[in-house]
Nanobody
Framework: QVQLVESGGGLVQPGGSLRLSCAAS????????MSWYRQAPGKERELVAT????????NYADSVKGRFTIFRDNFKNTVYLQMSSLKPEDAAVYYC?????????WGQGTQVTVSS
């Protein structure tokens, strides 16, 4: 079965950096678009970044462009989100996502807290 396991969240000061990881299993990872979403308390889940199966194309929410980078390692079945210049408004639970045969799958999420 499809499994997505996020890690790498934590507490960081404003202006700091974090790298999130999402280890995938149960599907042919190298064939699928992968995405990162986030959800802050009281807000809807929002798309942060997407990467094509080869990693050749990426897209970002306007709010994170120039600060976040999504990349993947198809040998390790892992997608990453490198976050820099973090702001308090980036604080949220971050989720990895994939759509496989018409069904959406999510990991359990990893908490990112940005505070001094």
């Amino acid at each position: 079965q499809v499994q997505l396991v996020e890690s790498g969240g934590g507490l960081v000061q404003p202006g700091g950096s974090l790298r999130l990881s999402c280890a995938a299993s149960g599907f042919a990872f190298r064939n699928y678009v992968m995405s990162w979403y986030r959800q802050a308390p009281g807000k809807e889940r929002e798309l942060v970044a997407t990467i094509t199966n080869t990693g050749g194309s990426t897209n970002y929410a306007d709010s994170v462009k120039g600060r976040f980078t999504i990349f993947r390692d198809n040998f390790k079945n892992t997608v990453y989100l490198q976050m820099s210049s973090l702001k308090p408004e980036d604080a949220a639970v971050y989720y990895c996502n994939v759509w496989v045969t018409g069904s959406g799958y999510w990991g359990q999420g990893t908490q990112v807290t940005v505070s001094s």
